[in-house]
């Protein structure tokens, strides 16, 4: 049990550095609070945009590692609670 705790643990950091890098290389949607009011200058949403190719792919890269680190900390916890005898 000691090997699948120690690689969900190493599983578990790799996907928090990939997550990290996933939302740090997004573009902001608008640029604070004044985007969203109405002055990003796009028309009626402020500073509303759809997403297009890189960004869309990196957008639901970053979803699908949130579900992956969540899986794997509900395991890990999971683990932890359960010691085999």
Not at 3 to 13: D, F, G, H, P, Y
Not at 20 to 33: C, E, F, I, R
Not at 41 to 47: I, R
Not at 67 to 77: D, H, Q
Request: glycine residues 16%; hydrophobic residues 45%; positive net charge.
């Amino acid at each position: 049990m000691d090997k699948i705790r120690n690689a969900l643990v190493v599983a578990e950091a790799v996907l928090a550095l990939l997550l990290m890098l996933g939302v740090l290389t997004q573009t902001p949607k608008a640029s604070g609070l004044g985007g969203t009011i109405g002055g990003g200058g796009d028309g009626l949403g402020g500073g509303y945009r759809t997403r297009r190719g890189l960004e869309r792919q990196i957008y639901w890269t970053t979803w699908v590692l949130v579900a992956g680190f969540l899986v794997c900390s509900v395991a890990n916890v999971w683990v932890a609670a359960h010691p085999t005898q």
